[in-house]
């Protein structure tokens, strides 16, 4: 796939500023542009390598005046950064794509498969599955008995779907991802051993998910786990039993949400967060970075910390903790000058 | 599979009041019950939700005195919760289940498979494993070379146990955990790369372990990393080579062993823990959310923090930290004040 | 594969005392030897164990004086660890070895295989994608579109590379990992839901590198996300898109590294570990278990405690927060000390 750039001009309705004919087939970072590549210049920081980059289209600001001649071709746009999100978007779908079931592959006599599907060798879709139009299951992927797959989702090779377990339309969910696990439920007994509680629920997730690389959720005991439209899930992600997560909701990598708690809509979770069980998170709740969160928290905070407290309190809290050492010593002085101050009181 | 009112009471030697002829197919909560369904009421906060409930039967224990007419069909039970959970173990054994080997499987020529037993496709068997009675070994698992698995065992879809490795009886192995890889082990070489140190031993798993989604468990360098009887790995765990965990000792997601500690029985380990390399931990511990654990630990001790403390001193360590910001505020009026006392006095 | 003294003595250049004739098939740790094996002793705290072990032969330095005679057969080496790590290697290679494509495997008709590979059942390997001499591609495993293999790598059971990520020679990736899946990059729309930005880019593991069981590296939005040659990374780590792993850097367990972050070389990462986007991590770095990293890092600096301080000031503050209760109670007695000594005063 090669690219000219009045061709790339025409399609972002933009405007070019040198070799209207020069061709690329990649892309690139401005700082490490090859010749054959485009790239773009959103950030003002890095207008500096704009000068000497070996890329042979750089998307730009219209506004964008450069303080020295440039060699590469120029495309003027409104938005350098919406623009190249668009060529990205044009690029990954020219890819070719594959289509139908490629040879071995499980598909059990009473699953049902849409049109224009794709389903890789290994994979295996259980009995009374459904799979909707458009989608595609990667190799080694596992869809469970009565899983129901909408239209047009990804399912990245090696998932594995559980009985019973519900995914929208248009969702992606990476490679390793395991949906619909038991829950951890075990009830202890006299002896000090432990009984299963078997779980019998399912997870649904609706439309437009993104689920990441070996994330992991749990089905519900009764009822369902759920992840709402549109919520985005980075990898290694685990989410416990009987879980809600809310409509647009974002969780980057390596969060733990703990059983029961309900998550809500348009909140954005930092990697490495810890919530507990049983708790109501609210809506546009934002939780920084390794906070660790031990009870409901409202509408629109941002908490940081473990255990997490106000962002603005865990900021100044974080300060004084790096200065604990010197408190500790001022403390001690104090103690010492006030006995003195004493003594001599007394002596007098 | 549909169950009247009256055989439910019988089963679980309870009494009926209201239509003892209503029957159920499926079990919800109580708080979104469906007609069609059952559910129950154990813990007293939950009651307000039995007079709207639209589920059609609810356990309840026997000494219940409702304040309001209800419309569902109650059993009164001894306990509802453990009523429920036999349900619920009820509901599982009765899904239908897959017996035989699926086409295409891998088994090795030199495996031995026992009776009863369900290999899913593409799963692969290797060489000198054995797979006792009544296991079932879900689609795309990887048995390694002389693997032994017990009897009534379930690996799940795309669980891979490496060369060597013991799994005993009763276990369940859920989907993308890995048991056997290297563990961990390099020597530093005089030019700053590091050297593989072979890891040879396995990992064994003993009878009643139940080991979650994408959980990892390390071969030991020589000799076994060991699982010991009834204890129970939630997801995303990671137990490093040379460990050992000890009986009925359960673990919550995301927590990490590093190598060669061993921790005792009957414990309990929330999420997000980390866990030192080396170390000896007790019996009956426990430890919080997110403890990091730097030292030993002896028997019957509750940690909390990173590094962990005990627990009660642990609580009032998180007030103050949270309260940092104002107490050095009056460290510095203290000294503010001292130092205008012992002027004052010095001007007297 | 039985050895005997002798044998074993001549090949690690060796001296022995005893029974040259003994032979063993196996080893084992030296405080639970058993009959048949070889053990060795390299940390003076395990010498107790040597007057007792059960092990056939012991591996020791040359200059060990037993203080009670031994039962077993010593051989004496310079350095018993390097001695025993060289027999683990030779243990290890003498393994009965798979060669060829096990059937059935789904080996892309425009994919090229070297020689003396291994390609297990159930694996796939894709459009264009090349494997290197001597690699084994273990059953289950994914190689996807465009991808390419070294030589002498093995990619255990059911790891997945995503199309078009490139993976050197010498490389080890286990069970489940997953390289190469989308980066997790998406834009806010006016209507608070996100809009994925295609990932473009891929994953470029160098020669000599080792990733773990369940780690996930993510591809690039454009460009590569790097592994550099000689690293090792141990299970369940997560790398994000853009990132980059120097030279001969170890990482343990658990840890993430968010977007567009660079790790300098010889670093040493601690299990548990969070580094936020966008740093400069330097080389030479040492970062402690569940360090929480958000700033840049300089050469050859050592951090720990979340959010990160240098080693020794965090150490410092951990014993400063375990006695925070005692610190709070101080003051307050600083407060009513010097409360009551100016009210003293007034009174004067």
Known sequence: ????????????????????????NNVSKIEDGK???LAFLANPKYEKYIYDTKASIVLVRNE?????????????????????????????????????????????????????????AFAY??????????????????IGNNVRI?????????????????????????????????????????DGSYKKIAQVGNVIVEDDVEIG??????CSTMGSTIIRKGAKLDNQIQIAHNCEVGEN????????????????????????????GHLNIGDRVTLGAMAGITNNVKDGKTLLGSPAMDHDRALKAFVVTRRLPE??????????????LKAKLNEE
């Open 1 to 24: 796939m090669e690219f000219k750039a009045i061709t790339i001009a025409d399609f972002l309705q933009g405007t070019i500023e040198g070799d209207e004919n020069v061709s690329v």
């Open 35 to 37: 010749p054959g590549t």
């Open 64 to 120: 964008f005046k450069p303080e020295k001649p440039v060699k590469c071709t120029l495309i003027r746009v409104e938005d350098p950064y919406q623009s190249m999100a668009a060529l990205l978007d044009l690029y990954q779908q020219a890819k070719p794509q594959k289509f139908g079931v490629e040879q071995p592959a499980f598909v059990d006599s009473t699953a049902t498969v849409g049109n224009n599907i794709y389903i890789g």
């Open 125 to 142: 879709i259980g009995v009374n599955a459904t799979v909707g139009d458009g989608s595609k299951i990667y190799p080694q992927a596992y």
């Open 150 to 190: 909408g239209v047009n989702t990804i399912i990245f090779s090696g998932a594995k779907i559980y009985d019973d377990c519900v995914i929208g339309d248009n969702c992606i969910i990476h490679a390793g991802a395991v949906i619909g696990a038991d829950g951890f439920g075990f009830a202890p007994t006299p």
């Open 213 to 218: 690389a070996n994330t992991t959720i749990d």
């Open 249 to 276: 909701t974002v969780m980057a990598a390596m969060t733990g949400v703990a059983g029961s708690t309900k998550i809500g809509k348009n909140c954005i979770v930092a990697g490495h967060v810890g919530i507990a």
């Open 327 to 340: 408190l500790k010593t001022t403390v001690e002085q104090l103690q010492k000058e006030l006995k003195a």
